[in-house]
């Protein structure tokens, strides 16, 4: 045995080795996360859309009870039509089966020469006036046909009152809207088609808002 040699045990020495290695995260790949991004953005409209929609066409959401009340406002108004077109005499809302409609005139109005404002439509009395008899008309209406007010009265006279209603709103509508007055019996079918639909629009307004707040 030389000198300064130690013996070997026979059993094989173990290599020291460094601290267990920590696995290391992957960077993320650059262009992945910029594509995703892209497509994110690009979508972001479609998004706020499809929110929209799932909030207007869902009974009972806060998008559809506010879509509820517009269009039973907008259908009350188109009733109130041929109220203002023959007891006040004025020109037609909107401009079906029409020759002349207000227009323009809805809208407000800075006048500078001389200096004045004018709110249009909205700031003349007779235009609430009108809203208001066929709301009145429309509510009696639906409670006639729906049966849900009104029930432990006469039925003689709610009979009658039913019949003269529905028979004022008929004169006034006819009167404010001719169909005899085209040539085409197509288009005198769709004015009188047109005429009924206004006569009962603010009865299916109101049936469409509690559907669409959830109430039905």
Request: net charge positive.
């Amino acid at each position: 045995m030389a000198l300064g040699n130690k013996p070997h045990s026979g059993i094989p020495q173990s290599i020291p080795t460094g601290a267990g290695s920590i696995p290391q995260k992957s960077s993320p790949d650059f262009m992945q996360t910029a594509v995703s991004w892209l497509f994110k953005v690009i979508t972001f409209p479609l998004w706020i859309v499809t929110a929209i929609f799932h909030q207007m066409l869902t009974p009972g959401a806060s998008g559809a009870t506010f879509l509820g009340k517009v269009i039973f406002i907008f259908l009350v108004v188109l009733s109130a039509d041929s109220y203002w077109q023959v007891l006040f005499q004025n020109l037609s809302l909107f401009p079906w089966y029409e020759t002349q409609w207000t227009g323009l005139g809805w809208l407000p109005e800075l006048r500078l020469f001389p200096i004045g404002l004018s709110l249009g439509l909205f700031g003349n009395p007779i235009f609430y006036i009108c809203i208001t008899i066929s709301f009145v008309i429309q509510m009696f209406q639906s409670a006639f046909v729906t049966g849900e007010k009104f029930i432990t009265g006469n039925p003689k006279l709610l009979g009658l009152i039913a019949v003269a209603l529905y028979s004022f709103d008929i004169i006034m509508t006819f009167t404010s809207r001719n169909p005899w007055r085209y040539e085409s019996p197509g288009q005198v079918l769709q004015c009188i088609l047109f005429n009924l639909f206004t006569i009962s629009c603010a009865e299916l307004g109101r049936w469409g808002e509690k559907v669409l707040a959830g109430k039905k």
